[in-house]
């Protein structure tokens, strides 16, 4: 029997990494952080010195990029051409870039490829912005997580404050309000919640309430797909 393909997304610092890792840990499936591939490829370009706005030669870079994922010990690593940057990856300069970076077309194309050949043996964990209705709109769950912004720069804040990086909550506000609006805005792969998706607010949830929400509606779709888990993915 094929194991499912979960797709959680939501708006930044909603509690997708966090809640999809510990989801997949419990299930034992591979988690995809498909925003940490976004990121990578930001990182990428920030350090070779190209504008975002080039996106003829933001292209040409993608075309020469690897991205993976792996899986060691219980902990995901993002590899950007055979090299660990999982640590680097969250740096205030990557996150106000990536945004527009995930929104150049040659990007998104190297990204969905990926991530759909991740998903094709079921068993995994997927999240990001647009899981649901693009990258995998036949995934067997669809989670659409959301948080009350205030909520989501005090969590990104005290991600940062553990990194050594000290940012001023209102400043954070700001951009996770931008970043939001960028994302659901953009003509390419919006952020936008699946029609089917589940929508769980987890402004008032420990990450543990999270985690059992979610394993609820999952167990719930185990009982409802029954032998059709077997069923082979185009």
Not at 91 to 115: G, Y
């Amino acid at each position: 029997m094929k194991k499912l393909v979960i797709a959680i997304d939501g708006p930044a610092a909603s509690g997708k990494s966090t809640t999809a890792r510990l989801v997949a840990g419990r299930l034992g499936y591979l988690h995809v952080d498909t925003g940490a591939m976004y990121r990578a490829m930001t990182l990428k370009i920030l350090s070779a010195g190209i504008s975002p706005d080039d996106t003829g030669e933001v292209g040409r870079l993608a075309g020469k990029t690897r991205i993976t994922i792996s899986v060691s010990g219980g902990v995901t690593g993002v590899f950007l051409d055979g090299v660990d940057v999982t640590g680097k990856i969250r740096s205030p300069e990557v996150t106000r870039a990536v945004s527009q970076v995930s929104s150049i077309a040659a990007v998104r194309e190297l990204m969905v490829s990926e991530q759909r050949r991740l998903a094709s043996a079921g068993g995994v964990v997927l999240e990001g912005r647009d899981i649901g209705t693009v990258v995998l709109p036949d995934a067997d769950v669809k989670i659409f997580l959301v948080a009350d912004e205030t909520e989501r720069a005090r969590r990104r804040q005290k991600e940062l404050r553990e990194k050594k990086v000290d940012v001023m909550l209102e400043d954070l506000v700001h951009e996770i309000h931008e970043r939001d609006r960028k994302d659901s805005s953009r003509d390419l792969s919006p952020l936008r919640r699946a029609a089917d998706a589940v929508e769980v607010d987890t402004s008032g949830l420990t990450v543990e309430g999270q985690v059992a929400k979610i394993l609820h509606i999952v167990e719930g779709a185990k009982e409802k797909l029954g032998p059709r888990q077997g069923t082979d993915r185009g």
